[in-house]
């Protein structure tokens, strides 16, 4: 089914659905946006920074709505779905607090007569594609500081995230921003293409697959726009040694089934020393087998909720028996619940024969793909070997150890005896097939702007 719909991926129902923006309503957007743009622009940023705080403080005041909306379109558990709301929250509220100062003129040293400086000025109208993987984080992250900026935005956010999409912008129109500084479509992807190539349009931030990032990169390049791409991740997470295997087990394990496995920068290849493997490999199948099905109200350790949609799940399906097929061992999980839902068993692979199609798959599921290893240069050998590079983690009680591995790390994110830094003040953001651009952090808001030189001769 085609269209904006919330479809209860726990039963397969379509609960509610939404037209498409008309193709006047899409360009009016546009318009309105660039129109919006030229006042926003020369508000005080200490002005936007107040309705930014207010944004910041309506997701934390609706986050139990907000939780709900996602668990019932993508479902996602309850309790993930309060920490997003929070996140999000945070992540305007920290972009509030210090975006005046990532956006002062910065002065540099010149050797003419005069002074030199570096001023960060907004560009205009924006679009933002976003997943549904995050509703409300990936949004924050891109709109909190273009907001701040003095950019404008026009969102087109994934199909089955309508009611997110909208509490968005009722978050957005009850704090107060103005008309057309954010608006909210329900646009086609042809008609993305339209708002791409619209005369008024800046720039262009998406958060997708490969396959979306090479259509909308190719799109704003031929527009001469400029673009932002946070792609796909098959994160390594390497584990050298440890004095606990079990609950190193247990750590990667929680760690791959945050948001039921659906993220982009997930643990996607566990890479173990030798000496360790089969206990760590006999814990993980030992945990899979534990969990159970529920709704995301339930979610727990031991009970999982379903994926974002049916076909996700069939799809995920496909990949799982096509590297089987290709000679993987599947101990436990990768089945399908139902003809209906989008419920699917959490899985654990090995074997995954190393320089096969299938290896270079990412799988956005409840997947524990684990990898033997014999040495330290193998382990790296084995953490590069993939076209992306969004993020990767090394694990020893010997730090130095761990830091020679994440030091060659290629990575946009690369992280010592933790699975990520994660804040808003962490910049977030890959290399290769991963994308590029980074959000979050003081280099979140230095994408969409004018990094303008202004001398003053004496």
Known sequence: MSGFRVENPATGEVLETFDHATDQEILAAVDGAHEAFLSWRDTPIEERAKLVTRVAELFEERKDELAEIIATEMGKPVSEGLEEAEFSGAIFAYYADNGPKFAADEEIPVEMDGKGYIQRRPIGALLGIMPWNFPYYQVARFAAPNLMLGNTIVLKHATICPRSALAIQKIMDDAGV??????????THEQAEKIIEHKELRGVSLTGSERAGAAVGSLAAKSLKKAVLELGGSDPYVILDT??????????????????????????????????????????????????????????????????????????????????????????????ADEKSSYFSPAVLTDVPVGSDVYYEELFGPVATVFKVSSDDEALELANDTQYGLGGCVFSKDVERAEKIAQRLEVGMSNVNTYAAEGAEVPFGGVKNSGYGRELGPYGMDEFVN????????
């Open 451 to 458: 990094k303008r030189t202004y001398f003053v001769a004496n």
């Open 178 to 187: 103005p008309k057309g500084v954010y608006t909210n479509v329900f646009a």
């Open 243 to 336: 004095d606990d295997v079990k609950q190193a087990a247990k750590d990667a394990w929680e760690t791959r089934m945050y948001n039921t496995g659906q993220a982009c920068n997930s643990n996607k290849r566990l890479i173990v020393m030798e000496d360790i493997y089969d206990e760590f490999v006999a814990e993980l199948v030992e945990l899979a087998k534990a969990m159970k099905p529920g709704t995301p109200q339930e979610a727990s350790e031991t009970v999982y909720t379903p994926l974002s949609s049916r076909s996700a799940a069939e799809n995920l399906k496909d990949q799982i028996d096509r590297i089987v097929a290709a000679g993987a061992t599947l101990h436990v999980g990768g089945e399908l």
